[in-house]
Nanobody
Framework: QVQLVESGGGLVQAGGSLRLSCAAS????????MGWYRQAPGKQRELVSD???????NYAASVKGRFTISRDNAKNTVYLQMNSLKPEDTAGYYC??????????WGQGTQVTVAS
């Protein structure tokens, strides 16, 4: 089993910044890709960004150039630096850990609210 614990969400004004953290524990050797998804009310969960164990990154078009994902393998932690936040970034943000066999683990989620 893998446990994922997020932190760093909150309320911020448009144009502001937040940094999300996700700490993994348990059978972390199973994990290849770690990433962040978000889900706004009434919408499907969508990929924001992910990063592989060797540092290859992927971003949704809507956040490219504003968000940066990073990973500290020594601390088993993935970060999402979010800059130039917009009201449409408001959502629950969920940490994801995907194993080499494509099994997904999820964190409990952290709320990000961007006020206009």
């Amino acid at each position: 089993q893998v446990q994922l614990v997020e932190s760093g969400g909150g309320l911020v004004q448009a144009g502001g910044s937040l940094r999300l953290s996700c700490a993994a524990s348990g059978s972390i050797s199973r994990i290849n890709t770690m990433g962040w998804y978000r889900q706004a009310p009434g919408k499907q969960r969508e990929l924001v960004s992910d990063i592989t164990s060797v540092g290859n990154t992927n971003y949704a078009a809507s956040v490219k150039g504003r968000f940066t994902i990073s990973r500290d393998n020594a601390k088993n932690t993935v970060y999402l630096q979010m800059n130039s936040l917009k009201p449409e970034d408001t959502a629950g943000y969920y940490c994801n850990g995907r194993t080499w066999l494509a099994h997904d683990y999820w964190g409990q989620g952290t709320q990000v609210t961007v006020a206009s």
